[in-house]
């Protein structure tokens, strides 16, 4: 069994700063590319950053410059780090992680965790 679990939401200020991490635990061959999606109350999830096997990144525009995706490969965890917070960043944040698995073959899925809060007040 694979698991990947978010922590770090929380309520903070504009302007302020949080830090989520997402970690994948279990039955792991190995983790491919690794991702925060976003949200919010009546839209459609988003993609927030994305980080490949080989650190290559990707961000929406929206937090360009503002937050920063990076991976630990030995902890099996990607980070998000995210300042200069505004309320419009207030959502529900998942991580997706791309994991191949062993099972008598090898099998690659997508993972994904059950989500943090991250209110941002104004």
């Known amino acids: 069994q694979v698991q990947v679990v978010e922590s770090g939401g929380g309520l903070v200020q504009a302007g302020g700063s949080l830090r989520l991490s997402c970690a994948a635990s279990g039955s792991i061959f190995s983790i491919n590319a690794m991702g925060w999606y976003r949200q919010a109350p009546g839209k459609e999830r988003e993609l927030v950053a994305a980080?490949?096997?080989?650190?290559?990144?990707n961000y929406a525009d929206s937090v360009k410059g503002r937050f920063t995706i990076s991976r630990d490969n030995a902890k099996k965890t990607v980070y998000l780090q995210m300042n200069s917070l505004k309320p419009e960043d207030t959502a529900v944040y998942y991580c997706?992680?791309?994991?191949?698995?062993?099972?008598?073959?090898?099998?690659?899925?997508?993972?994904w965790g059950q989500g943090t809060q991250v209110t941002v007040s104004s």
């Open positions: 980080i490949t096997s080989h650190d290559s990144t």
């Open positions: 997706d992680a791309e994991i191949t698995s062993y099972r008598g073959g090898y099998y690659t899925r997508h993972y």
